[in-house]
């Protein structure tokens, strides 16, 4: 399995129209995709204008290829992308140890 972590920075004063919109996104989009396993999303404290969202995939190419080549990912763009203050930094993960 892999994690795929998005660092998600908003535009201030978003915080409520944002979490409904990643919600109905993950609801209605992200969950219809190839390998989609689940996902979290969690607001910072310090930063509340920052979210990290895990994502986590059967395969890297789950997301990379299929997903974000595919029809999908302009949905969740659509989605979630007005609300962005850049773009999200993404990276991917493999599980090494579980408890």
Same mark, same amino acid.
């Given at each position: 399995?892999?994690? !795929?972590? +998005?660092?998600? *920075?908003?535009? $201030? #004063?978003?915080? &409520?129209?944002? !979490? !409904?919109?990643? @919600?109905? =996104? /993950?609801?209605?989009?992200? =969950? *219809?995709?190839?390998?989609?396993? =689940? &996902?979290?999303?969690? *607001?910072?404290?310090?930063?509340?204008?920052?979210?990290? /969202? @895990?994502?986590? %995939?059967?395969? /890297?190419?789950?997301?990379?290829?299929?997903?974000? =080549?595919? $029809? /999908?990912? $302009?949905? %969740? *763009?659509?989605?979630? #992308? $007005?609300?962005? +203050? &850049?773009?999200?930094?993404?990276?991917?993960?493999?599980?090494?140890?579980?408890?």
């Amino acid at each position: 399995m892999i994690l !795929e972590i +998005a660092d998600i *920075r908003i535009q $201030p #004063g978003q915080n &409520a129209a944002f !979490e !409904e919109a990643i @919600q109905r =996104g /993950l609801d209605t989009v992200i =969950g *219809r995709a190839q390998g989609f396993k =689940g &996902a979290k999303v969690n *607001r910072g404290i310090e930063s509340p204008e920052r979210y990290i /969202l @895990q994502v986590f %995939w059967d395969t /890297l190419e789950d997301h990379t290829v299929h997903f974000r =080549g595919g $029809p /999908l990912f $302009p949905l %969740w *763009r659509g989605t979630v #992308g $007005p609300f962005f +203050a &850049a773009p999200p930094v993404v990276e991917h993960f493999d599980l090494v140890t579980k408890s």
